[in-house]
């Protein structure tokens, strides 16, 4: 089955400070990104991993919440952790146009 790698990393960035790191590995060789209903399911599965991740998160130096900055950051990562030609079929089943 094909798992996207740790998003680990990403999460580090987007909490900058955080105590301990956290993973999420995210399945998607069930799913066929090249059409909505697949795209669909991998965005679920990537809410759920980021909302997770970004539990608690918070700006540098303050009790500010930076859990959307850090959500959004977890799905740009999982979706560059795709392979190439699974990105290229995921954006087009999104409707997204690449420049």
Same mark, same amino acid.
């Given at each position: ?9 990403? @999460?580090? &960035? =987007?909490?900058?400070?955080? +105590?301990? %790191?956290?993973?999420? *590995?995210?399945?998607?060789?069930? @799913?066929? &990104? =090249?059409?909505?209903?697949? +795209?669909? %399911?991998?965005?679920? *599965?990537?809410?759920?991993?980021a909302r997770g991740l970004c539990r608690g998160a918070r700006r540098p130096g303050s009790n500010i ?35």
């Amino acid at each position: 089955m094909k798992t996207l790698a740790s998003l680990t990393a990403v @999460l580090l &960035l =987007a909490s900058a400070g955080a +105590a301990s %790191a956290q993973e999420a *590995r995210i399945t998607f060789g069930d @799913l066929n &990104l =090249a059409t909505s209903t697949g +795209a669909a %399911a991998f965005d679920q *599965r990537v809410d759920g991993a980021a909302r997770g991740l970004c539990r608690g998160a918070r700006r540098p130096g303050s009790n500010i919440s930076d859990r959307t900055v850090c959500e959004a950051a977890v799905r740009r990562e999982a979706v560059r952790q795709l392979p190439p030609a699974v990105q290229v079929d995921y954006a087009a089943s999104r409707g997204a146009t690449a420049y």
